[in-house]
C-alpha cells in the first residue's frame, strides 16, 4: 500500500526558513512525478510545486516562486520543501501527492500523505 | 491560469438521493480533469480522473462526466459516509495544476 509521510512542519517566525519532507513507500518512487500541495486553515486546495522523476524539473506556483523549492533524493525515497523568506500567508497544512501515472505529466494526484501544517506567526 | 468553477459552494441532500456537482474550467481541458474527496481532518482522496474513470476502490455510485470545459460529479445514492467536501482539478494545462474552490455536501 503506497505511503507518504511527511514531517518537518511547525511554527516559524515571519521571513524564516522551514524545511518540509515526505517519505514514500510501497512503490518505486524514482518512477513519479511528485507535487506538493497546500491547503490554509478552512480553505481549499491550491497546487505549490512539482518535480520529475529525476528531478531534473521543476515547477512553482507564482505565489512561491523564488522562495520554496522543491527537491528529491531517490536513494532516500524522499521528497522535500525548502521554504524560505516565509510569510504568514504561507500558514497552511502542507500535502505531499504522487502523480497517478508514471509515464505522462498529464496525470492526476492519486495518493497523499497526511499532511504537516505549517504556521507562521510572530 | 485555468480558472476552475465549482457550483454550488454548499450542496444539502438527504441519505438516498442524489447529489450533483458542477466544474466549469475557464478554457478547454480536454478530459484531464479529476474528482477529490476531502473529510475534515483528512487528506484529499481521488475519485476520478480522466473526467469519467473512477480510481481504484471507488464505490459505483460515483460518476463522472463531461469534457472541455463542463464536468459533472453525481452521487447516484448519498450514503453517511459521502458527506464532504468535493474539489475538482485540471492537469490539461500546467504549470499551475489548478484546483476548484470546493463544494460541500452536507447533510439536509
Known amino acids: 500500500q503506497v505511503q507518504l509521510v511527511e514531517s518537518g512542519g511547525g511554527v516559524v517566525q515571519p521571513g524564516r526558513s522551514l524545511r518540509l519532507s515526505c517519505v514514500a513507500s510501497a512503490f518505486t518512487f524514482s518512477n513519479y512525478v511528485m507535487h506538493w500541495v497546500r491547503q490554509a486553515p478552512g480553505k481549499g486546495l491550491e497546487w505549490v510545486a512539482v518535480?520529475?522523476?529525476?528531478?531534473?524539473?521543476?515547477y512553482y506556483a507564482d505565489s512561491v516562486k523564488g522562495r520554496f523549492t522543491i527537491s528529491r533524493d531517490n536513494s532516500k525515497n524522499t521528497l522535500y520543501l525548502q521554504m524560505n523568506s516565509l510569510r504568514a500567508e504561507d500558514t497552511a497544512v502542507y500535502y505531499c501527492?504522487?502523480?497517478?501515472?508514471?509515464?505522462?505529466?498529464?496525470?492526476?494526484?492519486?495518493?497523499w500523505g497526511q499532511g504537516t501544517l505549517v504556521t507562521v506567526s510572530s | 491560469e485555468i480558472v476552475m468553477t465549482q457550483s454550488p459552494a454548499t450542496l444539502s441532500v438527504s441519505p438516498g438521493e442524489r447529489a450533483t456537482l458542477s466544474c466549469r474550467a475557464s478554457?478547454?481541458?480536454?478530459?484531464?480533469f479529476a474528482w477529490y474527496q476531502q473529510k475534515p481532518g483528512q487528506a484529499p482522496r481521488l475519485l476520478i480522473y480522466?473526467?469519467?474513470t473512477r480510481a481504484t476502490g471507488i464505490p459505483a455510485r460515483f460518476s463522472g462526466s463531461g469534457s472541455g470545459t463542463e464536468f459533472t460529479l453525481t452521487i447516484s445514492s448519498l450514503q453517511s459516509e459521502d458527506f464532504a467536501v468535493y474539489y475538482c482539478?485540471?492537469?490539461?494545462?500546467?504549470?499551475?495544476?489548478?484546483f476548484g474552490q470546493g463544494t460541500k455536501v452536507e447533510i439536509k
Open positions: 482539478q485540471q492537469y490539461n494545462n500546467w504549470p499551475p495544476w489548478t
Open positions: 501527492a504522487r502523480h497517478r501515472d508514471s509515464t505522462s505529466w498529464y496525470s492526476s494526484l492519486d495518493s
Open positions: 480522466g473526467a469519467s
Open positions: 518535480i520529475s522523476y529525476d528531478g531534473n524539473n521543476q
Open positions: 478554457q478547454s481541458v480536454s478530459s484531464n
